[in-house]
Every structure is written in C-alpha cells, then in structure tokens.
C-alpha cells in the first residue's frame, strides 16, 4: 500500500515569530489520519523545528546542493539535512525550474545526491498554460520524469514521491479539476509501470499540488492516482492545512 501524503511547501514565507507559531500549531493539532503529514519551511526553521519533538510532522527542505560538499557558498547538502533529521525534500519545483533556471540534468544530480544521503525526494513535475493549450502536455512531463528519474533502479524509484504541479494551477486559484488531475496522475504511473513493473509503479505516491485547498481537496483525494496533495498557500494556515489532512 503506498503512502497517502500532504505535505505543505511554505515557500518563502513567515518570519520567524510566524513561523513557529504555525509549527506548535500545526504539532499539537491532534489529527486522526494514518496520511503522513509533512512541512517544507525554509531551511532557515529546519534544524530547530527538527530538534523539537515532532508528535506527526516530518520535515522537508525545499531545495538542496547536487553536490556532497565543498567550496558551493549559499548551498545546503543532502547529507547535511539528513543529519539534521529531515526525512524529505522538493527537488524541481517549478519556481526552481522557472527563477533559477534549474535543468532535468540538475535535478537528475539532486535526486541522486539525496538517494544517496537517505533523504526522500519529492520530485515535481508538470506543464505551464501554453503546452496545456497546445495539448504538448504529456510531453512535456514525460520528459521531465524520464530525463530525471528514469536512470534510476527499480529499489531506487521506489523511494520517491512524484508530485505533479501544473504551473497554471499554482498560486491561481485555478485547479486541475478532479479529472485532469487523475488524467496525468494515472498517465505518471502508465509510466511507471512501462519502465519497471505494476507493482513498482503502485508503491509510488503521487500528489498533486496547484491551488489545493480544503474545499477541494476531497474530491481530488478522492480518485485512486492521486495519494495526497503539495500545498502552497492554503498550508499557511493551520486551520486550512488540517481541513486538507483530513479530507482524505
Ligand atoms: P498553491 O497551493 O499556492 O497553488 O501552490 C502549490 C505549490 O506550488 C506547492 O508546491
């Protein structure tokens, strides 16, 4: 059975007073769910919240170095966020892809260098508006999965969460409706499935993020390709992340 996930991507939001309130309110939120909850704060908060007692919150940094160590001024390890107790993190966020101009090889070598480190990646994917229109978008993902995970072995792939982010959707208001999202969440897993095994394929988690919220999150938890969601903006608010954990 492969895990049911919510994980909030904070993005570069909340000073550090905001911050921490989120956080104890978010860790003493008692929820039933068996979904494994995660936060990605800005690395700046990790290490802290990381030595706190975390009741059912694990972490995820947003970002990390493809290299081990070194001469790389302003970067942050795979190894170093392990050591710190961060279990997960964003390799390939479109915002990375869009502002830092970050390349499928690049991720590539990030993926690797946390498989590595024994940190998860949640490995993001998905189509701006124009390959929407244009219906280039199943290319456009596909190459973005083969370029950057297809070199890895069966064991491999199955420590990876997918999340798929159509870039139209983020930050818009504007969500894959409940079809479109299980349109390419199962189209992933097609992949998945032709590169290793169904049984392989099944084991995987895929999320979905673009303005996902608590008022829509049921309905696109609901179909059997999508095992949780990656949220922005509504994971800035306790109350609202909850809703979202608990619309499984
Ligand atoms: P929003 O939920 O704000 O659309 O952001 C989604 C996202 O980019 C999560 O990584």
Redesign the pocket.
Known sequence: MRKRIVAG?WKMNMNNSDAQALFESLNTTKTVSSTEIIIAPPSLYLSEFASKKCKQIYLAAQNCSDNENGAYTGEISASMLYSIGVKYCLVG?SERRQYQKESDLLLKQKVNALLKNKVIPIFCCGENLDKRKSGDFYQVIQGQIENSLFHLTDSQIKEVVIAY?PIW???TGVTASSGQAQEIHAFIRSLLVEKYSLQTADEISILY????KASNAKELFMNRDVDGG?????ALDADSFSAIIESF
């Open positions: 991507n966020h982010e959707a983020i930050g993020g673009g303005s996902c990656l949220i922005g903006g509504a």
